[in-house]
């Protein structure tokens, strides 16, 4: 009637268990996470979020990008 396991497990097993979790986690991350990618193929943001190189978001202008002068992309609207 307790909660704690009724034997120990020993090392191998334990090792055993955490490798199958973190090989199933770990697949799971690398499927949840999309990526966005500029034209070299480098990723550079996440999939759901305005490109900050050409200032589209699902093929519509969202941020006025400038060039030169170190600006930073200006928000037009959300």
Do not use: C, D
């Not at 990526?35 to 490109?51: P, T």
Request: a positive charge; glycine letters at 8%; charged letters at 25%.
């Amino acid at each position: 009637m307790t909660i704690s396991p009724q034997q120990q497990l020993s090392k191998v097993r334990g090792r055993k268990r955490y490798s199958a979790w973190l090989k199933l986690n770990a697949t799971r991350l690398k499927n949840s996470v999309s990526l966005q990618y500029n034209e070299a193929g480098e990723a550079i943001a996440l999939a759901h979020f305005a490109s900050p190189i050409t200032g589209e978001y699902k093929g519509r202008k969202v941020l006025r990008v400038k060039t030169g002068r170190g600006k930073t992309p200006t928000k037009i609207r959300a």
